[in-house]
């Protein structure tokens, strides 16, 4: 008999393949996911963050079979319904004064940071928008447009965009020196080649998580914050991975001290479902009727399963769980360091946290990672890698991960990091999985 991973890859399209190990999953409960052998695997990923709540969250559950046993529609484009109406006046409570004007419902952080990259141009005349170098902000043309992520190589930019650097405390010298040089690239832009009055939106990730979970200085957004109300710039905070709870917070922007006037919600939102959320000024986001629009966006199924994903945050406090069990992952990690001179870096905040490999003078251990990933998956661990030199273990697990999940974890990820740095991987068993 053909097993699932060999029937996938005959048949589907590998396009959308971003693989580090040959996992086939049939099924997923909490924080673990089922293989066909009936292994359970440890999974701090949740899909790159997507299944919040963990793997078939009773909540979730509940509202989809609702939604579905009176389905008012499949969207919204053409006829109000309740779950898209809820969800909108839910997310406006949720968000700060000057961004509460009107929400868009999309399928993916990609297409609703695109249709705030048009909007804001659209909408303001100015034709430009400041992004970070490394970061991600989607997959479609749109949103790759203005990403800075260095496996979106070669893929055309909009012609407005300005790629600036992310301030980087481990590599440029500490928090100080690294919040500086930023700020001055910026000044430098500002006084020349990048007219600020010209420029419409200055995307930012909290965390900057493809680009390697990079955890900005203390009052560096503070500063580009205020650069950006003196010239009307329209900051939009890009919440898609490390926003609703996972940060510790309920937004990940309220650890930089900031209030974005645009803000993108995606991943975790649907608690496994496709749906995202750009949420601003009623003048942005109201800029014109069918402007930016796919069938079934708004879709009462997909509205209804992220209504229940918001109310059980809230209800059960997941923000302040995230930060618990985040800081014992944290904990546990620092104790690992010691022992394994792989580990260069741990970074991130609440249920959002990086390790960076490395090697000699912090060059980037890649084959390693991939390695450590690999051999992690086969303790029965899942977790892959980011980073704009593909040597950050990132990990962004169900906000309900226990802290004994968290220590499991850790214990397995020991196991890998020691098999790794004594040789005991070989390197052929990586040549399959491409990563990024
Ligand atoms: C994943 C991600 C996106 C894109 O979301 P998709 O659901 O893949 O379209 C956008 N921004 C950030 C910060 C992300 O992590």
């Not at 929400?103 to 609703?112: E, I, N």
């Not at 249709?115 to 490394?134: E, N």
């Not at 593909?390 to 906000?399: C, D, G, I, Q, R």
């Not at 040789?423 to 491409?434: S, T, Y």
């Amino acid at each position: 008999m053909t097993g699932l991973y060999e029937r996938d890859a005959r048949t589907l399209s590998s396009m959308s393949f971003l693989r580090f190990f040959p996992q086939a999953v049939t099924g997923g409960e909490g924080s673990y996911l089922f293989d066909e052998g009936g292994r359970r695997l440890l999974d701090l990923s949740a899909s790159w963050g997507a299944a919040s709540l963990g793997h078939s969250h009773p909540a979730v559950r509940l509202a989809v079979d609702r939604a579905l046993s009176n389905q008012a529609g499949a969207s919204h484009l053409s006829g109000a319904n309740l779950p898209a109406v809820e969800l909108a006046e839910r997310l406006l409570s949720i968000v700060p004064e000057r961004a509460a004007g009107r929400v868009w419902l999309g399928h993916s952080g990609s297409d609703a940071n695109e249709t705030v990259a048009r909007a804001v141009i659209a909408a303001t005349g100015r034709p430009r928008i400041i992004a970070f170098k490394g970061a991600y902000h989607g997959g479609t043309v749109g949103s790759m447009a203005i990403s800075g992520h260095p496996a979106q190589e070669g893929v055309p930019k909009a012609g407005g965009l300005t790629l600036v650097p992310y301030p980087n405390a481990y590599r440029d010298g500490g928090p100080e020196q690294a919040s500086a040089r930023a700020l001055a690239h910026l000044d430098e832009l500002f006084a020349g080649p990048v007219p600020p009055e010209e420029v419409a939106a200055f995307f930012l990730e909290p965390i900057q998580s493809d680009g390697g979970m990079i955890v900005p200085p203390l009052d560096f957004f503070r500063s580009v914050e205020t650069l950006c109300h003196r010239y009307g710039i329209l900051v939009v905070s890009d919440e898609v991975k490390v926003g609703l709870g996972r940060s510790g917070r309920l937004h990940a922007f309220e650890h930089l001290g900031i209030e974005p006037d645009i803000i993108v919600f995606g991943k975790g939102l649907g608690g496994g479902l496709p749906i995202s959320a750009a949420v601003g000024p009623a003048a942005i986001m109201n800029h014109r009727a069918a402007f930016s629009f796919q069938t079934v966006h708004g879709n009462p199924v997909c509205a209804s399963a992220a209504l229940a994903v918001l109310d059980t945050i809230e209800r059960q406090d997941l923000a302040t769980h995230a930060a618990r069990v985040g800081h014992h992952l944290t904990t546990l990690l620092e104790e690992l360091k010691s022992s394994h001179p792989l580990v260069g870096d741990i970074r991130g905040r609440g249920l959002a946290v990086g390790v960076e490999l490395v090697g000699d003078a912090k060059a980037p251990a890649r084959r390693e990672t991939a390695k450590v990933v690999y051999r992690a998956f086969e303790l029965g661990l899942v977790l892959y890698y980011v980073g704009i030199n593909s040597n950050v273990l990132e990990m962004t697990p169900s906000l309900l991960l226990s802290a004994e999940e968290a220590a499991t974890a850790i214990e397995i990820l020991d196991r890998a990091l020691a098999d790794v740095e004594a040789g005991r991987v070989a390197d052929n068993v990586v040549a399959g999985f491409a990563g990024w």
